[in-house]
């Protein structure tokens, strides 16, 4: 189903997000989830048979968040986004680790507990950056060219294929280089943990693929935009967009 062919929105030329409140509010979500997921992943949870961490629960929040991002604004605007929530990111581990290394009160018995729960590693810290970038570039990507290939239409495809990839290559990248080589973590284990991520953050996606339709319809509506990405940049380090062109109405 293509906004564009029903006419509900005006296709309009990537890279041109104003800051408009639903812009906002969507950059607001997409860096509240991942920050959360940061946090929250410390702990393990048990779902089914499987042991994983509870960052699962709201990080393929910020996945259908950023399908709104590149299928609205345009790959310009979610690779903005991208970066800004690592930088973010970045702010509040560097936060966290000044206030670990700050003295305490002598009363204050909960050193141990903090650090425990809100320190990180530099390994796991590499790990989560990197396939922080790597996923969500590979997600937005995937989803702007298919875009351009579908013609707008057939959203489904667009949204669960990326998240498909970009959760794939998340999993892959962060536990590969979180986990490899420890203690307790073989090949299979290593295997075994990818895949189960991989699908259960995968199935959250094809689960939430109605609603997926319905936000991204309704912002469609609201701002009266349909980003083409036709001769985009997408390079994730580009600062500069070239001259595009929006696609002809059918």
Request: hydrophobic content about 55%.
């Amino acid at each position: 189903m293509s906004a564009m062919r029903q006419g509900q929105t005006t296709p309009r030329v990537a890279g041109t997000a104003g800051l408009s409140w639903p812009f906002v509010l969507v950059v607001a979500v997409f860096i509240t989830c991942l920050i959360t997921a940061n946090i929250v992943s410390v702990k393990l949870i048990t779902l089914a048979r499987w042991v994983v961490p509870a960052g699962v629960i709201v990080f393929p929040v910020a996945y259908i968040v950023g399908d709104v991002l590149t299928e609205v604004y345009g790959y310009a605007a979610a690779r903005r986004v991208i970066w800004l929530g690592f930088a973010c990111n970045a702010l509040v581990v560097l936060t966290f680790a000044i206030a670990g290394e700050l003295p305490a009160p002598a009363f204050w018995d909960g050193q141990a507990a903090y650090e425990r729960i809100l320190g990180f590693t530099p390994r796991l810290l590499a790990a989560s950056f990197t396939a922080y970038l790597v996923g969500e570039f590979a997600n937005a990507i995937v989803l702007a060219r298919l875009k351009i290939a579908t013609a707008g239409r057939f959203l489904w495809v667009r949204t669960i294929s990326s998240t498909v990839i970009g959760q794939g290559l998340d999993s892959l990248v962060f536990i590969t280089l979180a986990f490899a080589g420890t203690a307790g973590m073989d090949f299979a284990g290593l295997r075994r943990t990818i895949v189960t991520q991989w699908l259960i953050k995968t199935g959250y996606e094809v689960l939430a693929t109605p609603l997926t339709y319905v936000v991204v319809n309704a912002f469609k509506r609201i701002e009266g935009r349909d980003a083409y990405d036709i001769g985009a940049d997408f390079n994730p380090f580009a600062i500069t967009e070239p001259a595009q062109t929006a696609p002809e109405l059918r």
